[in-house]
């Protein structure tokens, strides 16, 4: 097993790197989720509909794809530390045009360019951790990054509630720039550059294509690719419909519906935990199966209950915990395998994962509530419908008994 750490990155500041990248790769989850318990004070405040608001949740998502499949080839051919430093000042300055925003129609705006601005965070974090490690501590510093990362749609809404407690849904944006000064602050003190000048990708426009190009060829990342992307689509709708689940039909206060996400984050973060030791053990296409066999057969439950009739608040709840522990394995699992596959482009790769996260996850996030009312059974049906998505494309194109990504994290 080999490490590969340049000379600027100081072994003994690996720690506080891992750390701040686990910070950026977090903040724009929080962006996308911890507004979600004031979305109907928004749409009073801002005089509009909950589809539009949904739809602000959408705009984020496609700007945190469409900036991380951009952002990410650039920097194979750039470098990560100016792309990282630009994106966290520009997430500062879009949260409080958010926090200020006269309208609906400005506030999505923001929201689109604050999530293209995020995404630099998430995309350029995964490539400076594959840039300075190799197999187990690769896929241990990977699998910390997305445990932060799936934890943060959990507990964004918790927080979220709290800031509601104090403050109107604009002090939410306000504490998310204050966030993003913090975060450029910490990237200024403690990410070096980890792609040297001789390891960057030439050749421009062309290259960058190029690389992607040679990417979507190998039909396993395809499918890795498809199985992650879907598993997220099935969380956002998850997130997307939850606030009117929970307080709609089961009548919970905010501070009620923080306290159940709350719960499930503990699932989440001890999945992720679980998959951290195991790592370098057991084969990672193994891990992953598991956590998609858990994610599935929680909401086929779910569904199944809620056909017969049975739609109570614990029973959900119950689902809902195994959907969101299942997520803590899934997630780093396959963004190991991923970046594993990709590893010669590792921030086309990169970019490319976090495309196929949030454009299924924008096209998901409204479908809950695309027929008018957003319900118990609308919403797990759009969730176990991403699921069997993810499911087709691990078992036609991951095939994960062909142990792909698995030669670097042996």
Wanted: proline fraction near 5%.
């Amino acid at each position: 097993m080999t490490v590969r750490i340049d000379s600027a990155t100081p072994a003994t500041g690996t720690g506080r790197l891992v750390i701040v990248l686990a910070g950026l790769s977090a903040v724009s989850p929080f962006a996308i989720d911890m507004y979600a318990p004031g979305f109907p004070q928004i749409v009073t405040s801002l005089g509009t509909t909950k589809t539009a608001v949904q739809l602000s949740l959408t705009a984020c998502l496609v700007g945190l794809a469409v900036g991380q499949v951009v952002l990410g080839p650039v920097s194979d051919a750039m470098g990560r530390r100016r792309l990282l430093l630009a994106g966290s000042g520009m997430f500062t300055v879009l949260s409080l045009v958010c926090a200020l925003a006269p309208s609906i129609a400005v506030f999505e705006v923001a929201r689109l360019l604050q999530g293209i601005a995020g995404s630099a965070g998430i995309v350029i974090g995964r490539a400076v951790i594959s840039d300075l490690f190799t197999g187990t501590h690769a896929a241990r510093r990977l699998s910390t990054l997305s445990v932060v990362a799936s934890t943060a749609p959990v507990l964004a809404p918790v927080l979220g509630s709290l800031v509601l407690g104090i403050g109107s849904w604009r002090l939410v944006f306000v504490a998310l720039a204050v966030t993003g000064l913090l975060l450029l602050t910490a990237v200024r003190a403690w990410v070096p550059e980890s792609l040297p000048v001789q390891r960057r990708r030439t050749g421009g426009l062309r290259s960058v294509l190029a690389a992607m190009g040679g990417l979507l060829r190998r039909p396993e990342l395809v499918g890795h690719l498809l199985v992650l992307g879907c598993g997220l689509g099935a969380l956002f709708a998850y997130i997307s419909g939850s606030p009117f689940v929970f307080q709609g039909v089961y009548g919970l206060s905010p501070t009620g519906y923080s306290l159940v996400f709350a719960t499930n984050a503990v699932g989440t973060v001890v999945a992720g935990v679980l998959f951290g030791r195991l790592a370098g053990r057991v084969r990672l296409n193994s891990l992953l199966v598991v956590g998609v066999v858990i994610t599935v057969a929680s909401l086929l439950t779910l569904v199944t209950l809620l056909a017969l009739g049975i739609s109570t608040f614990p029973v959900t709840w119950a689902c809902l915990f195994g959907l969101t522990s299942g997520f803590g394995v899934l997630l780093p699992a396959s963004t190991a395998i991923i970046l594993a596959v990709g590893s010669d482009a590792p921030g086309a790769a990169s970019g490319m994962l976090g495309g196929a996260q949030f454009v299924i996850g924008a096209v998901a996030a409204p479908l809950p509530g695309a027929l008018g009312n957003t319900t118990a059974m609308s919403t797990a049906v759009v969730v176990l419908g991403f699921l069997l998505l993810s499911t087709a494309a691990l078992l036609t194109l991951a095939r994960p008994w062909q142990g792909h990504g698995e030669s670097a994290g042996t």
